[in-house]
């Protein structure tokens, strides 16, 4: 926020002047698309109650506090798309979804090596390490396609002017993440800290609403735990085994 062009640190409620600017993050998204998430959930019998962007989502347990103050970008690799969210000050200052994915590199691969391509997933993430495949040349398939992703986040950060100004660096997800050179040419591309991601469980705090209907009637039952996720999920694995009821949970930063 902004007050006659002076800069207002948390909210501006209370603050007088003739002049107030707002900086602010709309997310958007196809409402078919999201329209036809929600009826495939309810469906199953879930009720939705809110709606986040993937990105923010997975934030909530792969970022520290620290990382998200001191600014970093989260990229999910996903199979179709890559998803990043640019934190600064504990706020998501940008978030973006680029079209190219790690089937891409799976494709190449099997284009390249002229093999199916189920083999060539289990190559690309290493499962596979025959020596009748010419690691040079694989080495350049991948290296190619992740220098194409790389490519279009380094050109999200220079749009918003946050290239090479991130402390905290790149943190990578998704099931793109486990090819086992992407944090080193994250580093060189992007000329940012790299690491793969990471569940952050101790600094969680997990809210877990049980809901039973019994003669039309509800009650929540909410139990939160900071530290222990095995005894979490040990407890909601005992409680749907003997109970039988609808159970969802929520994550978020303590």
């Known amino acids: ?33 999201l329209n036809d998430l929600i009826e495939a959930v309810e469906e199953a019998g879930v009720e939705v109650q809110d709606i986040i962007a993937s990105p923010i989502a997975a934030s909530l347990v792969t970022l520290t ?28 200052i940008s978030l973006e979804v680029l079209p190219i994915g790690s ?7 099997a284009l390249g090596l002229k093999i199916p391509l189920e083999e060539a997933e289990q190559v690309k993430v290493g499962a596979i390490t025959s020596a009748t495949y010419p690691r040079k040349k694989l080495e350049e398939i991948i290296v190619a396609r992740l220098s194409d992703i790389f490519e279009l986040i380094e ?5 918003i002017n946050r290239n090479g100004l991130l402390p905290a660096g790149i ?9 086992g050179t992407i944090e080193d040419l994250a580093r060189v591309a992007l000329k940012l800290p790299s690491r793969i991601a990471s569940i952050h469980f101790k600094e969680i705090k ?27 999920a040990h407890f909601l ?15 978020f930063l303590m």
């Open 1 to 33: 926020y902004k007050v006659d062009g002076k800069a207002v640190l948390g909210r501006p409620k209370g603050t007088k002047g003739t002049k107030l600017e707002v900086r602010t993050l709309f997310i958007t998204c196809l409402e078919h698309h």
């Open 65 to 92: 506090k620290q990382q998200k103050v001191a600014g970093c970008m989260l990229a999910n690799i996903g199979a179709e798309t890559v998803s990043i969210a640019v934190f600064e000050n504990n706020i998501p």
């Open 103 to 109: 089937t891409d590199i799976t494709n190449d691969i």
């Open 155 to 159: 050109v999200h950060l220079k749009k």
């Open 171 to 179: 943190v990578i997800t998704g099931g793109g993440s486990g090819i």
């Open 206 to 232: 997990i809210v877990l609403v049980i809901q039973q209907k019994l003669n039309g009637s509800s009650t929540q039952i909410i139990a939160s735990f900071s530290n222990q996720y095995c005894s979490f």
């Open 237 to 251: 694995a005992k409680f749907w085994r003997q109970n039988g009821r609808w159970c969802f949970f929520y994550y």
